[in-house]
C-alpha cells in the first residue's frame, strides 16, 4: 500500500535514480541567516520545520498522514482483522470434522457387532495375489 501510494505521487523522472541520488546529497549550510534569529508567528510554519515524514509523501505533512492512516487502516483493519475472522470461520474444506464424526461412528458400530475395532482381514486374502518367488527373484524385502 505504501508503495502504491509513494508511486502515484512521484513522476517518472524522481523514480529514477535522481530521487536516490537527491535524497543523499543533503548539505548542511552553516552560515547565521536572519530567519533563525527572528521569531516566527506563525504555528504551522513551526510543526512544519520539525515535520518528519513516514515515507509516503516527502513534500507535504497532509498527504503523507493520510496515505499513513489510510494504509495502517487497510493493512490492519481490513486485512488482519477481517481476513483473519473469514479465515476462522471458514467452512471445513478438508471435511476434517465430517471423518472423524464418521470413524466415531463407525467405531460405536463395530463394538455393538462384537467385531474389533480394525479388522485384520480388511481385504479378503482370497482376493490378493502376491507374486511368485521366481517373479520376485533376488529383490530383497522389507516388512
Known amino acids: 500500500m505504501a508503495a502504491l501510494m509513494k508511486l502515484c505521487n512521484m513522476p517518472v523522472l524522481q523514480r529514477s535514480v535522481w530521487n536516490h541520488v537527491r ?17 516566527t508567528t506563525c504555528e504551522t510554519a513551526n510543526e512544519d520545520k520539525n515535520w518528519v515524514s513516514y515515507g509516503f509523501d516527502y513534500t507535504s505533512k497532509e498527504k503523507d498522514t493520510n496515505a499513513h492512516n489510510a494504509s495502517f487502516f487497510f493493512s490492519v483493519s481490513l486485512c488482519l482483522v477481517i481476513g483473519g475472522a473469514c479465515w476462522a470461520y471458514s467452512p471445513d474444506i478438508q471435511l476434517r470434522d465430517w471423518a472423524q464424526r464418521e ?7 463395530r463394538e455393538k457387532a462384537g467385531l474389533p475395532p480394525i479388522d485384520p482381514n480388511f481385504i479378503d486374502p482370497k482376493q490378493v495375489k502376491l507374486p511368485s518367488d521366481e517373479e520376485l527373484c533376488d529383490v530383497e524385502i522389507i516388512i
Open 23 to 39: 535524497r543523499t546529497n543533503r548539505t548542511i549550510s552553516t552560515s547565521k541567516k536572519n530567519s533563525d534569529s527572528a521569531t
Open 103 to 109: 470413524a466415531f461412528l463407525e467405531l460405536r458400530r
